[in-house]
């Protein structure tokens, strides 16, 4: 009953370094999200996936790349990191529709 | 554009006090609303939910009801105890379902 799976759970990087995080959800979703937590502002979208093969920026996608070769997987990179994206990294996926989106455990990300 | 407002916490309450915290949407369409709660270093759970006007949503304990007319989705429970500390997010999802809107979260603390 996995849902949905973020790795690494948590990651120092430097300034400069680059890094992917991996998503896998087994409900066999269409929707996949990727948002960055930061105290006192919510969640905020960085890039999102309607199915396989598709992706689109959401509020903040500066800095991030994403690729969804799978309909299970979804990928977030940093090419060259940024001190500015210290955060915590949550993924999430949904079937679509009206309904609730599910959540990943949550990457905290520390970029020095 | 469409938003979501939530009180600010924190909110410190003792145990078995009731809790209200408030959130009001604006949306274009005609949102589904739901609250997640985030329990310190996890993810987001869906608490509860409401698609249409005047739907209650409730959930151990928890309840809150779709009012279009103020377009609030405020949460209460009349008794909370120790273990409900954690931090509760009003969201809204659009009729397109996949932008979700959340708000900045508000911090709940209960004392025995």
């Known amino acids: 009953n996995a849902g949905v799976t973020q790795t690494p759970k948590f990651r120092v990087l430097k300034t400069g370094q680059s890094m992917t995080l991996l998503c896998a959800q087994d409900?066999?979703?269409?929707?996949m999200y990727w948002y960055r937590q930061d105290p006192g502002m919510g969640l905020r979208l960085i890039h999102y996936?309607?199915?396989?093969?598709?992706?689109a920026k959401g509020e903040v996608p500066d800095g991030y790349n994403v690729s969804r070769l799978k309909k299970q997987n979804f990928l977030l990179g940093l090419e060259s990191a940024a001190p500015s994206q210290t955060s915590v990294y949550f993924c999430?996926?949904?079937?679509?529709?009206?309904?609730?989106?599910?959540f990943g455990q949550g990457t905290r990300l520390t970029v020095v | 554009g469409d938003s979501v407002t939530q009180m600010e916490g924190p909110v410190t309450l003792s145990e078995e006090a009731f809790l209200t915290i408030n959130c009001t949407y604006t949306a274009t369409g005609y949102p589904s609303l739901f609250w997640y709660v985030q329990y310190p270093g996890e993810g987001l759970q869906l608490l509860l939910k409401a698609t249409k006007a005047d739907d209650k949503g409730s959930n151990k304990g928890f309840e809150a009801t779709y009012r279009k007319e103020t377009t609030s989705f405020h949460l209460e429970k009349g008794s909370v105890q120790v273990s409900d500390s954690a931090v509760y997010f009003c969201?809204?999802?659009?009729?397109?379902?996949?932008?979700?809107?959340f708000g900045a979260g508000t911090r709940l603390f209960v004392k025995a």
């Open positions: 969201v809204s999802l659009e009729l397109g379902g996949f932008k979700t809107i």
């Open positions: 996936s309607v199915g396989e093969g598709t992706t």
């Open positions: 409900m066999n979703h269409e929707y």
């Open positions: 999430a996926s949904s079937p679509g529709g009206r309904t609730e989106a599910f």
